[in-house]
C-alpha cells in the first residue's frame, strides 16, 4: 500500500531539487523516491556489531594461508595433475547436468 509523504522545505532548497530533477528528466517526486532509495542503500542493513562480532569470530580462526604467489602456483599445477580420463569424465557430467536446461 503507498503512503503519501509530505515534506516542508525552504524555497531555495526547493528549488535546487526541482533543478536537479528537471537535469535528470525527472519528476520532483520520482527525483526525491530516488533520492531516499539511494540513502537506504547506503545505510547498513541489520546490527552492526552483530556483523563486527562475526568477522572478530572469523579472523580468531586459523585458515590455511600463504603468500599470493605460492598459492596461484599451487592451483595452476593442480590443474595440470587432472587426467584426460579425468577431464572427458568431468565434461560428460557437466554435458548432463545441463541437460533439457534451456541455454
Do not use: C
Request: glycine fraction near 8%; proline fraction near 4%.
Amino acid at each position: 500500500m503507498a503512503k503519501r509523504l509530505q515534506v516542508i522545505l525552504q524555497d531555495p532548497e526547493y528549488r535546487e531539487i526541482q533543478r536537479m530533477a528537471r537535469a535528470q528528466h525527472l519528476s520532483i517526486a520520482q527525483w526525491v523516491r530516488q533520492a531516499l532509495a539511494a540513502a537506504r542503500r547506503r545505510e547498513p542493513a541489520g546490527d552492526v556489531g552483530k556483523k563486527l562480532d562475526i568477522v572478530r569470530a572469523a579472523a580468531g580462526n586459523d585458515y590455511p594461508t600463504a603468500d599470493i604467489d605460492t598459492m596461484l602456483a599451487q592451483i595452476e599445477s593442480g590443474y595440470g595433475a587432472a587426467s584426460a580420463g579425468d577431464v572427458r569424465r568431468f565434461e560428460r557430467a557437466d554435458a548432463s547436468a545441463g541437460a533439457g536446461a534451456p541455454s
